[in-house]
């Protein structure tokens, strides 16, 4: 008669069953991370419903959603307030998704759209479609969309060098955002001042008139660009470690990173090509995202969500938070934004010293 005897796990079975729980409490952290920014969303956007030139009750808000109330209510809820919101949502959420592909690729928290002058390659696409061409309309979106693209080929090609190096990556960047912004200048100093006026938009960011056909194209583009990245991710945990161990494990570094920086100025070109270059969205969404998920990764939707909020609730303070006085959201996020630029590039020269 034999005794079995109980066999317990091995050392080797420990390390992974930690990696597996680990893996489990990150993606609920994650789903309730986004379950919290979609309940802040809608209290906030709520509020963007209800306040106005004409404040609405809660009521009357409802039946303008439905489609139900009077004239007036569907009139101001579903024409004029919930485009506005949507608008808000789609470009936020794609600044955010794009500041975290680039400072995750990058590996660099200054690698954000606006301050590599791909935001700014979209102004100077549209500023010249309207103040060179005289045009107007959809083709003017195709034209940032296309400036946004243009100033993204111009960084890559001038600062690959047998690899793509995020320091140099940045600083060019850096220097075209000024090309940018000096020839817009220049662009606005020549042209007459009923000219100039349709064109500020593409210098502040705004979603005050994003309706219709254009809001259904950014929601196509921002839903395409965001299933690109989703489909491209899983290197951004490994690309850190070096590109000799991403070899080793089949990924090829300078492909993925073409394909995360290509959906990422998609994004980008998307939101600018219709809302303008609202500043500092993709700066300060990653980082945030970042902090809250903790777990070491890139935070890719959280920053997405994190950016739509941002986005919406400087859109209701530009609105409401000073009577009489309207500001772009532009405007807002720049304010927001501007104080944590100069902590970050404090905090880098520390750390340079």
């Known amino acids: 008669m034999s005794t079995s005897v109980p066999v317990s796990p091995g050392r080797g079975d420990?390390?992974?069953?930690?990696?597996?729980?680990?893996?489990?409490?990150?993606?609920?952290?994650?789903?309730?991370?986004?379950?919290?920014?979609?309940?802040?969303?809608?209290?906030v956007a709520v509020a963007a419903l209800m306040l106005g030139a004409a404040d609405l009750t809660g009521d009357a808000v409802l039946r303008g959603l439905l489609g139900v109330g009077s004239k007036s209510e569907n009139l101001i809820v579903g024409t004029l307030r919930l485009p506005r919101i949507q608008a808000a949502l789609l470009a936020g959420a794609a600044f955010g998704l794009a500041g975290a592909v680039f400072q995750s690729v990058l590996?660099?928290?200054?690698?954000?759209?606006?301050?590599?002058?791909?935001?700014?390659?979209?102004?100077?696409?549209?500023?010249?479609?309207?103040?060179?061409?005289?045009?107007?309309?959809?083709?003017?979106s195709l034209s940032a969309f296309a400036g946004a693209l243009a100033v993204a080929a111009l960084i890559w090609g001038l600062a690959w060098r047998q690899?793509?190096?995020?320091l140099r990556?940045?600083?060019?960047?850096?220097?075209?955002?000024?090309?940018?912004?000096?020839?817009?200048?220049?662009?606005?100093?020549?042209?007459?001042?009923?000219e100039a006026q349709p064109v500020l938009l593409w210098t502040v960011g705004s979603v005050a008139d994003v309706r219709g056909g254009?809001?259904?194209?950014?929601?196509?583009?921002?839903?395409?660009?965001?299933?690109?990245?989703?489909?491209?991710?899983?290197?951004?945990?490994?690309?850190?470690?070096?590109?000799?161990?991403?070899?080793?494990l089949g990924i090829a570094p300078d492909r993925a990173r073409?394909?995360?920086?290509?959906?990422?100025?998609?994004?980008?070109?998307?939101?600018?090509?219709?809302?303008?270059?609202?500043?500092?969205?993709?700066?300060?969404?990653?980082?945030?995202?970042?902090?809250?998920?903790?777990?070491?990764?890139?935070?890719?939707?959280?920053?997405?969500?994190?950016?739509?909020l941002l986005t919406l609730a400087a859109d209701v303070l530009g609105q409401h938070a000073v009577p009489g006085v309207v500001a772009p959201v532009g405007i807002v996020t720049g304010l927001i934004g501007a104080p944590y630029l100069l902590f970050l590039l404090a905090r880098q020269r520390k750390v340079a010293a």
């Open 163 to 166: 690899g793509l190096h995020g």
């Open 107 to 140: 590996r660099n928290p200054l690698a954000s759209p606006d301050i590599l002058g791909i935001s700014s390659g979209a102004s100077l696409g549209a500023v010249v479609a309207v103040l060179g061409w005289g045009w107007s309309g959809v083709t003017v």
């Open 258 to 308: 073409l394909v995360l920086l290509l959906a990422a100025v998609g994004l980008v070109a998307s939101a600018t090509s219709v809302a303008g270059p609202i500043a500092f969205v993709a700066l300060l969404a990653a980082p945030i995202a970042r902090r809250l998920q903790d777990d070491g990764g890139p935070a890719l939707f959280v920053a997405a969500a994190v950016g739509a």
């Open 14 to 43: 420990v390390p992974a069953e930690l990696v597996r729980r680990r893996r489990v409490t990150g993606r609920i952290r994650v789903v309730g991370l986004l379950l919290g920014a979609a309940v802040l969303v809608a209290g």
């Open 214 to 248: 254009e809001l259904g194209g950014l929601a196509l583009l921002v839903t395409l660009f965001a299933v690109v990245v989703a489909l491209a991710a899983r290197p951004l945990r490994v690309l850190p470690l070096g590109d000799e161990l991403a070899s080793g």
């Open 169 to 194: 990556f940045v600083l060019v960047g850096v220097g075209l955002a000024y090309l940018s912004g000096s020839l817009i200048s220049w662009l606005l100093s020549q042209a007459d001042v009923r």
